[in-house]
């Protein structure tokens, strides 16, 4: 693959590029300002909606395209494009002043798994003690299950096609956690360390192409390539050194968007980094597997 800079907009932290093929137009957030934008590649148009705090997924919902389902630091919402109103559908943490959401998604089945940190991860005044959880969201939204307790940040939760096994990637101990899953019931059992994420540098974001092929981002310049058995393929280069999250869209599945941060750059390593902060776009040679939707 070979990535192009296609959203030059130089945010603190991209995340979560995400195709909905009904309206052909992607989705993504600036995780910090809590902004949720909204870009149509066919006349290149920008849209975007404000939440008012930092978010950690925007997922198109099933039965109305105008309507996102947001996770942000105090929960998860509808978000009503129309009008730009949120209405809470749960908040597992109920209020938690010292946490807050970070990634999430939502499996074949309609559950949606949401992840929180402590709101300090990140700053030189976190320690390893401050701890969140990843919690189960039935499809009922009312039914809310802790399913990990003590951890510091889980990013995107993915699943294999036939949806055997969910994955979880465990950032801040750089390993990728593989937990049995049954799709009628969820997690059948606790997670295992699968792989040994460390050599390559800080994982992030995790993409699944439809050979069941993993595409893990890290924030060393690079996005590393695991078959379905989790052997390695290859390594993929990347424009700029921290690489946050993939998400395969258009209409054969084969572009390949992925989002960029400039967290914490200094002036010189961001004039080595052109575009830190934006989209960048490839080519797949194998399509890629759409996301579920709320």
Known sequence: MQFELLLDYGVELAETPIWDP???????TDLFKGTVYRYTPENEESEKWETGGRIGAAIPCKDNTNTLLCVTENGAHYLDLTTGKLTLIVDPENGNPLNQ????????AGRLFMSSVARLYGTEAYTPDMLGALYMVDADRKTVS???EGIQQYN???WNTQSTRMYAVDTYNQKLLSFP?????GPVGGSEIVLDLAPYGTPDGLSFDIEDNLYICHWSGKITVWSSELSFV?????PVEYVCCGGFGGADMCHFIVASSKYCYTDEQLARNK????????RSDIPG???YFY
């Open 289 to 291: 597997r759409p996301d």
């Open 146 to 148: 802790c399913i990990v």
């Open 181 to 185: 899953y049954d799709l009628s019931k």
């Open 275 to 282: 575009g830190a902060g934006g989209l960048f776009i490839a």
């Open 22 to 28: 009904r309206i052909g137009k992607w989705y993504w």
């Open 156 to 158: 995107t939760i993915a």
């Open 101 to 108: 959401y970070n990634d999430s998604r939502v499996d074949a």
């Open 234 to 238: 290859r390594e993929i280069p990347f």
